[in-house]
């Protein structure tokens, strides 16, 4: 697969929190580190988000008397899973993973702060109208395909993607590049879905091979060691 100008690499809740010892780690959630670090440079733009949750969120079950992590609610805006506390503004959890490094990206999105709605997608909050501004700025950028890497694939990942497409822009999602949580059959539902919409999922050594053959390529001369 060839990668164009227009393409951006969307890294995904790439933090503390989702990784290693996090409070919702991700299982095996530190190794999309490197295989995003293999691709990014392919990319002449790249943006990051960040969950970056108000203290007591709504999404957090300790802020529902009597819910547990992981079971469902009915809010205002539809069902909702609660999760553990994670991603507090401010904190180390919310952080981005000490060894991501893409001093490059050329915009940080911050996501999930309205205290009463949760965002999983970078585009809209999970009621699924309130926009996060990203589909603005990508407009205005002339930036039109969507590749995704990060976490979770089948939460904040999945919904990114879904939206993307909703919004009519290509989406391509790096499968080893990305981890997921798998919570009640969740991977086996996005990736139906994934099939319906028209979201393409590769491996990101189909991105590699393109570049090494250094035919069609337009970062082939710019390529890492
Ligand atoms: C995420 C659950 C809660 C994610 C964020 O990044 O996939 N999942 N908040
Ligand atoms: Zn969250």
Known sequence: MQIAAQDVLIV???QNDFCSGGALAVADGDAVIDVIHHVAPRFAHIVLTQDW?????SSFAAAHPGRRPFEQIELSYGTQTLWPVHCVQGSKGAE?????????????????FHPHVDSYSAFFENDRVTPTGLAGYLAERNL???????????FCVAYSALDAR????????????????DLDGSVA???????????????????????????HCIF????PQ
Do not use: M, W
Not at 99 to 105: G, H, N
């Open 166 to 181: 909703r919004l009519g822009l290509p989406v391509v999602v790096l499968r080893d590049a990305c981890r997921a949580i």
């Open 53 to 57: 949750h108000s203290p007591a969120h």
């Open 144 to 154: 039109n395909r969507v590749f995704l890497a990060g976490l979770a694939y089948d």
């Open 12 to 14: 995904v809740d790439v």
């Open 189 to 215: 539902k996005v990736e139906a879905e994934f099939a319906k919409s028209g979201v393409a999922v590769i491996e990101s050594a189909a991105l590699r091979q393109c570049c090494e053959s250094k035919i």
């Open 96 to 112: 981005f993973h000490p060894a991501l490094r893409l001093p490059q990206a050329e915009l940080i999105l911050r996501k999930g």
């Open 220 to 223: 082939a001369a710019t390529e």
